[in-house]
């Protein structure tokens, strides 16, 4: 007993890095991204399914927001050479921070979500711009304008406080062109994908 307890100690290091996804080989074509890690697939597709946003949209901001790393985290901010801490406590695959995270908790009902988690952190991100299309009537579609509200939240979208910041802009412009290449690339898998998706479903 002792021996299977010291070993279960041993193991448990490797198997939360094995439960730990490297960002993707290729983020510029979503079919390689969807095609390397089917969950991801999965877990959109249930995104979309239960907010209503295409998938193409949240997977462009959050290429944005961390290319996929699921450990992303805002730079340290130093006092000479002594780390004082993060500018932010935005976190994981979706950049959340604390605040929304947790009215996103509380809402969904997803109470033991982890911003680290793939599927938890698109379904945020489904969270959030269905209500940024409820708040500010922005088209769940628009990733240009979804972004800038991701970026300011709702309420600095509505005072346009990114027309102060001529770089969010062109950030929100390269969000909004990633998005309309990741519609198209996807439109010639998706087939491929959806198939392969149910066999699992069946058959796995």
Same mark, same amino acid.
């Given at each position: 007993m002792?021996?299977?307890?010291k070993?279960?100690?041993?193991?448990?290091?490797?198997?939360?890095?094995?439960?730990?996804?490297?960002? =993707?080989?290729? =983020?510029? *074509?979503? @079919? $390689?991204?969807?095609?390397?890690? #089917?969950?991801?697939y999965?877990?959109?597709? /249930?995104? *979309? %399914? #239960?907010?209503? &946003?295409?998938?193409?949209?949240?997977?462009?901001?959050?290429?944005? !927001?961390?290319?996929?790393r699921?450990?992303?985290?805002?730079p340290?901010?130093?006092?000479w050479?002594? =780390?004082?801490?993060?500018?932010? $406590?935005? +976190?994981?695959?979706?950049?959340?921070?604390?605040?929304?995270?947790?009215? +996103?908790?509380? %809402?969904?009902?997803?109470?033991?979500?982890?911003?680290? /988690?793939?599927?938890?952190?698109? /379904?945020?991100?489904?969270?959030?711009?269905?209500? &940024?299309?409820?708040?500010?009537?922005?088209?769940?579609w $628009?990733a +240009?304008?979804?972004?800038?509200?991701?970026?300011?939240?709702?309420t600095?979208?509505?005072?346009?406080? +990114?027309?102060?910041?001529?770089?969010?802009?062109?950030?929100?412009?390269?969000? $909004?062109?990633?998005?309309?290449?990741?519609? &198209?690339?996807?439109?010639? @898998?998706? !087939?491929?994908l959806d198939?392969?998706?149910?066999?699992?479903?069946?058959?796995?």
């Amino acid at each position: 007993m002792y021996l299977v307890k010291k070993l279960s100690l041993l193991l448990l290091p490797l198997s939360l890095v094995a439960c730990s996804s490297a960002p =993707p080989q290729n =983020p510029e *074509n979503i @079919c $390689d991204i969807f095609f390397e890690y #089917r969950d991801w697939y999965s877990a959109s597709k /249930d995104m *979309n %399914e #239960r907010w209503g &946003t295409p998938i193409h949209v949240p997977m462009a901001m959050m290429y944005q !927001e961390s290319s996929f790393r699921h450990d992303a985290a805002p730079p340290m901010e130093y006092f000479w050479f002594i =780390p004082i801490g993060r500018v932010s $406590d935005a +976190y994981g695959y979706a950049q959340a921070r604390d605040a929304a995270w947790g009215d +996103y908790q509380r %809402e969904s009902g997803n109470s033991w979500s982890s911003r680290d /988690d793939f599927s938890d952190a698109i /379904d945020f991100m489904g969270w959030y711009t269905n209500k &940024t299309h409820k708040i500010n009537g922005v088209s769940k579609w $628009d990733a +240009y304008n979804q972004y800038l509200n991701y970026h300011e939240g709702w309420t600095g979208y509505k005072k346009k406080t +990114y027309n102060q910041k001529a770089w969010l802009i062109n950030v929100s412009k390269k969000v $909004d062109s990633r998005s309309k290449r990741y519609a &198209t690339q996807l439109k010639g @898998c998706q !087939e491929n994908l959806d198939s392969s998706w149910l066999w699992r479903i069946f058959f796995a």
